[in-house]
């Protein structure tokens, strides 16, 4: 086994991670640079190699936000949309919902298409629901499009046509024709071949987007790479955790949307616990996910870029894209979340945030407004972070919600940081209750700058018992990274497939070829799901396939009942088939086993072992108010910490409350257990 | 807990419940409208009938509707009556109900022995009766013809449903399992709410919970009337008219609404929507309930207000809606309600264009309402297509209309059902979903367009409807034209057209034969000679408006060269 690099690139900071053949870490953050993010990568590799010799990298793993910049800022390429006669207009009109204020908003204006309505083209053809051609492809149709494309100098396109999930013989006939006249060219049935023709369109219309975008930018990466000596193989992480070949991630850009978050809940996965919840909260959102059984839950449709609502990205307000991605809610609150009084006098945090220009009022860059971190600051949970802090600015900015609230400043601040608390927990109650899943026994594993600070007084609400602070939790994404394995999904929506067997082992063979090998590989593992539902529903659920029909059945009644409440029977339909074939990864340490010295390779500024103050005034409500409150680090943690306390780590500060307890886990992770006469669980 | 700092912790917690409930309604449930894409509703109310919160989907028209029938479920089944894992139903639209399909489901959630709160849900069902399947009788006489009627009655202990009740529901459904199956997503949908209540009771204490709520109730007043201090004092009156009640085609009738703007005065004195000399109720279905019209007024009056202000009783306080006894905004029994609709959208439109001339730089043009439709077996097995399409919306000061996505409570267009999975369900086929170009009413601010979708049936089948402004086009306002007129029409396998009356009940429909639905375009702002020519010309090429509009719409002649020039002598004269 050799050396395996993980990059993730991340809005302000990129982060790389070395890990050698010993399971020993190497780790770097640099800044990240925006108008070309390789710049930022080859700095860390630079790095974390430093005196290696290069050619021993034999893996590197990306997580990229390429194509969610590209999408959340409109940056892709110009794209041309060709489908069915009679549903041009489709795609312009769109599917959006109007949700919170939209509802009562009459100047409401439904959010741009993704495609230009002038750029949208139609082909005569039509095939059945069941497959049959009604009305055969009018080849002509195809070619005056794709002269009418090419004239307009549009080098990207992507055709959906109506069906083409039941056969998608004019789909693949009218994109290999688009292809004489356009360089890019991408088919719905190629992308993800599953009912419903808007969402099918949108991803196919997002691939055809960013496509070309990832493709120039991987090749340029793995020049820059290449230079410096690296010439191991660029993996993708993609949305649903696994990872993928570079040339695999240029034709499915739009699996990568998600790649950063999916590699931080693979480092919650990564601590061997089995069932977590991970808790990723940084600057400006915050990201919870389960995983169960050591695996996240995933979900099939997410939408970018759309409104978040209590904690859900609510469906119908961002583009839908179709593809397999770990099911995160996420929430607009994070360090950098503002607080604010309404014009009726309530107290309100966030979704605004202050970013890092200005910043927290307590940065000192000229903020003013008081934030979460200055809340932190105030109440003594924060101390210095990678930049130094300024309690009297943060105390001035908190004064702007104590004076009209007529309450003290630690009141203020303690009340920002209940509301954040609460508006973190609304994500984590997204992906848990809401999902008919019981939060007790998980582990809420914190990462993210800001996660750890407000960790505690989450699982507090949820009955959780255990939270558990991995080490490096400030780069956990990249760390991530490294225990992705290569995988290929395929999915095919299909009502009344005759033999469900046959469907499943195409899309298997389909899916081993995606990454150049065979479905019989001893490395390989092959995960087959089909989506089931009650005959007369829309709704369907993913559930593990077995050949067993009864059983397959009782498998569904029981997932049924536990996400709806209801013990439905009744007649159950397959509706469609999915499949994930995944390459096994090197194995590397078992994530029990500390790993022997890791050394941070970059200039980060903070609290250094040993060098924490004593002690520091600290808020805690049980106590009254500001308590005498021990400070220490990890490595000066000792055998159990009771709380109050507070652990100053590198990358971010852990605040253990009264009824708390920190322990030094395994991996030099910290972990926090409620001490058994802590409060009752108030929120299940 | 500290009041009031962290009152938003509670106050999501509330919407949350009812989101949750909402969700699950949403996913277990069979009814054709949600199959396709519509959501359910679901809120949280207190045992005085105050609704407290309502999860993010639901509208206001069925809000309003469990708010209004809650008192009237208590003054029949006394709440020391009740037992916990009891659950309630009614649909009387002369109780606050809607119309039969629409079936209102509550729990009572106990405090220290009696029922505080209910979580109650609404979607509507499959089918409970009536002329047609799937719940639209557009030429019903009186409501006896639109289906089953539930005074408030027990559905379920915490046995389960009551077989009783079962079986009347099940012998009154076209489709007994369908019903029964959204019974049980109803149902479910409580005890999530429910659950999640009770746990907001365990945690905030009963007293600290009451006082969480009033504290809600109070802060969404205060908003309200600060918001409404911001508009104009002063009385503005308005009128909006129904084409006709679908069996009488001679007779438009009219909704009046006076409204009173209290200006700074509004910390005492709320607005007032006063719909006195409204028509009568008919013996047709053009009637709403109370609850109905009370959701049109106080959902208009919104419009104008801060959109960002919650949805509770807090809110109604300030605004005080007086309807009619005996009109088409307050109908008695037995005169039917199903089209309830109808009446609602022009009390809406009345109420937009009075606060238009009290708010000129917000003020919107007319918009095409929401046309719905539904095509069915005609005998056993029943499979039901019940969907409905957005016209334009009008054009509002300062910018176009939405293209095809009606006003409509703010529903959003991922409620028009997609075309594979209606194909994959009934024997028919989406010929095109387009937009009809030149259909917003032309104006400097153009209203928004029609849109065009034909269905060809692969099997005979009946077509229902129920439509309006397809007489009666939007007007435009300071000169703006009108939207163009949408229909509903039969498609001859000659490929002839003939035009249906806009409200028809089961009308047979040969397999080859296509139904078409155009709906109508929103009306204009300003003189059309005032657009810019940038604006004709973006409309031009994204196929918005065509070269002969641009003529003769907007006095615009297009060159041979594509260049544009204004030429105003071509351009139709604006109104005002």
Same mark, same amino acid.
């Given at each position: 086994?050799g050396?395996?690099?993980?990059?993730?690139?991340?809005?302000?900071?990129?982060?790389?991670?070395?890990?050698r053949p010993?399971?020993?870490?190497?780790?770097?953050?640099?800044?990240?640079?925006?108008?070309?993010?390789?710049?930022?990568?080859?700095?860390?590799?630079?790095r974390v190699?430093?005196?290696?010799?290069?050619?021993?990298?034999?893996r590197?793993?990306?997580?990229?936000?390429?194509?969610?910049?590209?999408?959340?800022?409109?940056?892709g390429?110009?794209?041309?949309?060709?489908?069915?006669?009679?549903?041009?207009?489709?795609?312009?009109?769109?599917?959006?919902?109007?949700?919170?204020?939209?509802?009562?908003?009459?100047?409401f204006?439904?959010?741009?298409?993704?495609v230009?309505a002038?750029?949208?083209?139609?082909?005569?053809?039509?095939?059945?629901?069941?497959?049959?051609?009604?009305?055969?492809?009018?080849?002509d149709?195809?070619?005056?499009?794709?002269?009418?494309?090419?004239?307009?100098?549009?080098?990207s396109?992507a055709?959906c046509?109506?069906h083409s999930?039941?056969?998608?013989?004019?789909?693949?006939?009218?994109?290999?024709?688009?292809?004489?006249?356009v360089?890019d060219?991408?088919?719905?049935?190629?992308?993800?071949?599953?009912?419903?023709?808007?969402?099918?369109a949108?991803?196919?219309i997002?691939?055809?987007?960013?496509?070309?975008?990832m493709?120039s930018?991987?090749?340029?990466l793995?020049?820059?790479?290449?230079?410096?000596?690296?010439?191991?193989?660029?993996?993708?992480?993609?949305?649903?955790?696994?990872?993928?070949?570079?040339?695999?991630?240029?034709?499915r850009?739009?699996?990568?949307?998600?790649?950063?978050?999916?590699?931080?809940?693979?480092?919650?996965?990564?601590?061997?616990?089995?069932?977590?919840?991970s808790?990723?909260?940084?600057?400006?959102?915050?990201?919870?996910?389960?995983?169960?059984?050591?695996r996240p839950?995933?979900?099939?449709e997410?939408?970018?870029?759309?409104?978040?609502?209590?904690?859900?990205?609510?469906?119908?307000?961002?583009?839908?894209?179709?593809?397999p991605?770990?099911?995160?809610?996420?929430?607009?609150a994070?360090?950098?979340?503002?607080?604010?009084?309404?014009?009726?006098?309530?107290?309100?945090?966030?979704?605004?945030?202050?970013?890092?220009?200005?910043?927290?009022?307590?940065?000192?860059?000229g903020?003013?407004?008081?934030t979460v971190?200055?809340?932190?600051l105030v109440?003594?949970?924060?101390?210095?972070?990678?930049?130094?802090?300024?309690?009297?600015?943060?105390?001035?900015?908190?004064?702007?919600?104590?004076?009209?609230?007529?309450?003290?400043?630690a009141?203020?601040?303690?009340?920002?940081?209940?509301?954040?608390?609460a508006a973190m927990?609304?994500a984590?109650?997204?992906?848990?209750v809401?999902?008919?899943?019981?939060?007790r026994?998980?582990?809420?594993?914190?990462f993210g700058?800001a996660?750890?600070a407000?960790?505690?007084?989450?699982?507090?609400?949820?009955?959780?018992?255990?939270?558990?602070?991995?080490?490096?939790?400030?780069?956990a994404?990249?760390?991530?990274?490294?225990?992705?394995?290569?995988?290929?999904?395929?999915?095919?929506?299909?009502?009344g497939?005759?033999?469900?067997?046959?469907?499943?082992?195409?899309?298997?063979s389909a899916?081993?070829?995606?990454?150049?090998?065979?479905?019989?590989?001893?490395?390989?593992?092959?995960?087959?799901?089909?989506?089931?539902?009650f005959?007369?529903?829309?709704?369907?659920l993913?559930?593990?396939?077995?050949?067993s029909?009864?059983?397959?059945?009782?498998r569904?009644?029981?997932?049924?009942?536990?996400?709806?409440?209801?013990?439905?029977?009744?007649?159950?339909?397959?509706?469609g088939?999915?499949?994930?074939?995944t390459?096994?990864?090197?194995?590397?340490?078992?994530?029990?086993?500390?790993?022997?010295?890791?050394?941070?390779?970059?200039?980060?500024?903070?609290?250094?072992?040993?060098?924490?103050?004593g002690?520091?005034?600290?808020?805690?409500?049980?106590?009254?108010?500001?308590?005498?409150?021990?400070v220490r680090?990890?490595?000066?943690?000792g055998?159990?910490?009771?709380?109050?306390?507070?652990?100053?780590?590198?990358?971010?500060?852990?605040?253990?409350?009264?009824?708390?307890?920190?322990?030094p886990?395994?991996?030099?992770a910290v972990?926090l257990?409620?001490?058994p006469?802590?409060?009752?669980?108030?929120?299940? | 807990?500290?009041?009031?700092?962290?009152?938003?912790?509670?106050?999501n917690?509330?919407v949350?419940?009812?989101?949750?409930a909402?969700?699950?309604?949403?996913?277990?449930?069979?009814?054709?409208?949600?199959?396709?894409?519509?959501?359910?509703?679901?809120?949280?109310?207190?045992?005085?009938?105050?609704?407290?919160?309502q999860?993010?989907?639901?509208?206001l028209?069925?809000?309003?509707?469990?708010k209004?029938?809650?008192?009237?479920?208590?003054?029949?089944?006394?709440l020391?009556?009740?037992?916990?894992?009891?659950?309630?139903?009614?649909?009387?639209?002369?109780?606050?109900?809607?119309?039969?399909?629409?079936?209102?489901?509550?729990?009572?959630?106990f405090?220290?022995?009696?029922?505080?709160?209910?979580?109650?849900?609404?979607?509507h069902?499959?089918?409970?009766?009536?002329?047609?399947?799937?719940?639209?009788?557009?030429?019903?006489?009186d409501i006896?013809?639109?289906?089953?009627?539930?005074?408030p009655?027990r559905?379920?202990?915490?046995?389960?449903?009551?077989?009783?009740?079962e079986?009347?529901?099940?012998?009154?459904?076209?489709?007994?399992?369908?019903?029964?199956?959204?019974v049980?997503?109803?149902?479910?949908?409580?005890?999530v709410?429910?659950a999640?209540?009770?746990?907001?009771v365990?945690?905030?204490?009963?007293?600290?919970?009451?006082?969480?709520?009033?504290?809600?109730?109070?802060?969404? $007043? @205060?908003r309200?009337? =600060?918001?409404?201090a911001?508009? !104009?004092?002063?009385?503005? /009156? +308005? #009128?909006?008219?129904?084409?006709?009640?679908?069996?009488?085609?001679?007779?438009p009738?009219?909704v009046?609404?006076?409204l009173?703007?209290?200006?700074?005065?509004?910390a005492?004195?709320g607005?007032?929507?006063?719909?006195?000399?409204?028509?009568?109720?008919?013996?047709?279905?053009?009637?709403?309930?109370?609850?109905?019209?009370?959701?049109?007024?106080?959902?208009?009056?919104?419009?104008?207000?801060?959109?960002?202000?919650?949805?509770?009783?807090?809110?109604?306080?300030?605004?005080?809606?007086?309807?009619?006894?005996?009109?088409?905004?307050?109908?008695?029994?037995?005169?039917?309600?199903?089209?309830?609709y109808?009446?609602?959208?022009?009390?809406m $439109? @009345?109420?937009f264009? =009075?606060?238009?001339?009290?708010? !000129?730089?917000?003020?919107? /043009? +007319? #918009?095409?309402?929401l046309?719905?439709?539904?095509?069915?077996?005609?005998?056993?097995?029943?499979?039901?297509?019940?969907?409905?399409?957005?016209?334009g919306?009008?054009?509002r000061?300062?910018?176009?209309?939405p293209?095809?996505?009606?006003?409509?409570?703010?529903?959003?267009?991922?409620?028009?059902?997609?075309?594979?999975?209606?194909?994959?369900?009934?024997?028919?086929?989406?010929?095109?979903?387009?937009?009809?170009?030149?259909?917003?009413?032309?104006?400097?601010?153009?209203?928004g367009l029609?849109?065009?979708?034909?269905?060809?049936?692969l099997?005979?089948?009946?077509?229902?409807?129920?439509g309006?402004?397809?007489?009666?086009?939007?007007?435009?306002?300071?000169?703006?034209?009108?939207?163009?007129?949408?229909?509903?029409?039969r498609?001859?396998?000659?490929?002839?057209?003939?035009?249906?009356?806009?409200?028809?009940?089961?009308?047979?429909?040969a397999a080859?034969?296509?139904?078409v639905?155009?709906?109508?375009?929103?009306?204009?702002i300003?003189?059309p000679?005032e657009?810019?020519l940038?604006?004709?010309?973006?409309?031009?090429?994204?196929?918005?408006?065509?070269?002969?509009?641009?003529?003769?719409?907007y006095?615009?002649?297009?060159?041979?060269?594509?260049?544009?020039?204004?030429?105003?002598?071509?351009?139709?004269?604006g109104?005002?």
């Open positions: 086994m050396f395996a690099i993980g990059v993730d690139v991340g809005g302000t900071f990129t982060d790389v991670v070395l890990r010993s399971g020993a870490v190497t780790v770097a953050k640099c800044l990240s640079t925006h108008d070309d993010p390789i710049a930022g990568i080859v700095t860390g590799v630079t190699l430093s005196g290696l010799d290069p050619a021993l990298v034999t590197v793993v990306h997580a990229t936000t390429l194509a969610t910049n590209a999408v959340l800022e409109r940056r390429v110009r794209v041309a949309f060709v489908t069915t006669r009679g549903f041009r207009a489709v795609v312009p009109l769109g599917r959006y919902a109007r949700v919170e204020e939209d509802r009562y908003d009459l100047r204006t439904p959010p741009p298409p993704p230009d002038g750029d949208c083209f139609e082909v005569s053809e039509r095939i059945s629901a069941r497959g049959e051609v009604l009305t055969p492809l009018d080849e149709s195809a070619r005056r499009a794709a002269a009418e494309i090419a004239r307009r100098g549009i080098r396109a055709v046509l109506l999930y039941a056969d998608p013989a004019h789909e693949r006939r009218v994109a290999a024709i688009l292809r004489e006249h360089p060219v991408v088919a719905s049935s190629e992308i993800w071949p599953e009912i419903r023709e808007y969402e099918r949108t991803t196919t997002m691939s055809a987007y960013v496509g070309p975008l493709a930018y991987l090749s340029r793995e020049d820059a790479l290449a230079a410096l000596g690296v010439r191991a193989p660029v993996h993708v992480m993609e949305s649903g955790g696994g990872v993928m070949s570079a040339r695999l991630a240029a034709r850009a739009v699996a990568t949307i998600e790649s950063g978050p999916a590699a931080g809940v693979l480092a919650a996965a990564a601590t061997g616990l089995g069932d977590v919840i808790f990723d909260m940084g600057g400006t959102t915050a990201k919870a996910c389960v995983v169960r059984g050591g839950e995933i979900t099939h997410f939408h970018v870029g759309g409104k978040g609502s209590f904690g859900g990205r609510r469906a119908g307000t961002g583009v839908p894209i179709k593809t991605a770990i099911d995160l809610a996420e929430v607009g994070g360090g950098g979340s503002v607080a604010w009084i309404d014009a009726a006098g309530a107290l309100r945090v966030g979704p605004r945030s202050a970013g890092s220009s200005p910043g927290p009022a307590c940065y000192g860059l903020g003013g407004e008081p971190t200055d809340a932190n109440l003594g949970y924060l101390a210095a972070a990678s930049i130094p802090l300024s309690p009297s600015l943060a105390g001035k900015a908190l004064d702007r919600l104590a004076e009209p609230l007529g309450v003290s400043r009141e203020a601040a303690h009340a920002v940081h209940t509301i954040v608390s927990a609304s984590v109650h997204v992906v848990t809401q999902r008919g899943i019981d939060p026994g998980f582990a809420l594993v914190a700058g996660g750890p407000h960790a505690a007084r989450v699982a507090e609400r949820f009955g959780i018992g255990l939270v558990v602070v991995p080490e490096h939790c400030g780069v994404s990249a760390a991530g990274l490294l225990t992705g394995e290569l995988s290929a999904d395929r999915v095919l929506s299909r009502l497939a005759g033999d469900p067997e046959a469907v499943l082992a195409g899309l298997a899916a081993a070829a995606d990454l150049g090998v065979s479905p019989d590989d001893p490395r390989v593992r092959v995960e087959r799901s089909v989506d089931a539902r005959a007369g529903q829309s709704h369907d993913t559930v593990a396939w077995e050949p029909r009864d059983r397959l059945e009782s569904f009644f029981a997932r049924y009942a536990q996400v709806y409440g209801i013990e439905q029977r009744g007649e159950v339909e397959l509706v088939y999915r499949v994930r074939v390459l096994a990864a090197p194995p590397g340490p078992s994530p029990g086993e500390p790993p022997p010295g890791a050394a941070p390779a970059g200039a980060l500024s903070g609290p250094s072992a040993g060098t924490a103050p002690t520091r005034p600290a808020y805690f409500p049980e106590l009254g108010g500001y308590a005498e409150t021990p680090t990890r490595a000066t943690l055998a159990a910490l009771d709380g109050p306390a507070i652990v100053e780590d590198a990358e971010s500060t852990i605040v253990v409350p009264p009824g708390w307890t920190a322990r886990g395994p991996g030099r972990h257990t409620r001490t006469s802590g409060k009752a669980p108030r929120d299940v | 807990m500290s009041d009031p700092l962290t009152a938003d912790v509670l106050r917690a509330l949350v419940a009812a989101e949750e909402s969700i699950v309604v949403v996913r277990s449930a069979y009814s054709t409208f949600i199959v396709e894409g519509s959501d359910a509703s679901a809120a949280l109310l207190d045992a005085e009938g105050r609704l407290i919160a999860s993010m989907a639901t509208t028209m069925n809000s309003m509707a469990l209004v029938a809650l008192p009237e479920l208590v003054a029949d089944v006394p020391d009556a009740m037992r916990p894992g009891e659950v309630y139903v009614l649909n009387d639209a002369y109780r606050g109900g809607v119309h039969t399909n629409d079936l209102l489901v509550y729990r009572p959630v405090v220290g022995g009696r029922p505080a709160y209910f979580t109650a849900t609404m979607i069902v499959s089918d409970l009766g009536g002329l047609s399947a799937g719940g639209m009788a557009p030429l019903a006489t006896f013809l639109e289906g089953l009627q539930l005074p009655i559905l379920a202990t915490s046995a389960g449903i009551e077989p009783a009740v079986a009347i529901l099940r012998a009154n459904s076209r489709t007994p399992d369908k019903v029964m199956g959204d049980r997503a109803l149902i479910a949908g409580t005890a709410a429910a999640r209540l009770a746990a907001l365990e945690e905030y204490g009963a007293a600290g919970l009451a006082e969480g709520v009033e504290a809600y109730l109070d802060y969404t $007043e @205060a309200t009337r =600060a918001a409404l911001e508009l !104009p004092a002063g009385r503005f /009156a +308005a #009128s909006y008219p129904i084409d006709d009640d679908g069996i009488d085609l001679a007779t009738r009219h009046r609404v006076a009173t703007l209290p200006g700074p005065d509004a005492r004195t607005a007032v929507a006063d719909f006195a000399g409204t028509d009568p109720q008919v013996p047709a279905a053009i009637n709403a309930s109370a609850s109905q019209s009370l959701a049109a007024a106080v959902f208009a009056v919104r419009c104008f207000l801060d959109p960002a202000i919650p949805m509770n009783d807090g809110c109604l306080r300030a605004i005080d809606v007086r309807l009619p006894a005996g009109s088409l905004l307050d109908a008695r029994s037995p005169h039917p309600c199903g089209g309830r109808v009446p609602i959208y022009a009390a $439109e @009345a109420v264009q =009075a606060l238009s001339d009290a708010v !000129p730089e917000r003020a919107i /043009a +007319a #918009s095409g309402i046309q719905p439709f539904s095509i069915a077996a005609v005998g056993a097995p029943y499979w039901i297509h019940l969907a409905y399409d957005f016209g919306v009008g054009a000061r300062g910018l176009d209309g293209d095809a996505t009606g006003v409509h409570f703010g529903i959003g267009r991922n409620s028009v059902p997609q075309a594979e999975p209606v194909e994959s369900r009934c024997p028919l086929l989406v010929e095109s979903v387009e937009t009809i170009p030149d259909s917003g009413g032309p104006g400097r601010y153009r209203g029609g849109s065009r979708t034909v269905y060809r049936f099997a005979d089948c009946h077509v229902t409807t129920r309006d402004r397809l007489r009666l086009a939007p007007p435009g306002r300071d000169g703006g034209l009108p939207g163009r007129l949408g229909g509903f029409y498609r001859r396998q000659d490929g002839t057209l003939e035009r249906l009356a806009s409200k028809v009940n089961n009308v047979r429909f080859g034969e296509a139904f639905v155009e709906t109508t375009g929103g009306g204009g300003g003189s000679l657009r810019n940038a604006e004709v010309e973006e409309d031009l090429r994204a196929g918005r408006v065509t070269s002969r509009g641009a003529t003769e719409d006095g615009v002649r297009v060159g041979a060269d594509g260049t544009l020039s204004r030429d105003a002598s071509r351009g139709r004269p109104r005002s």
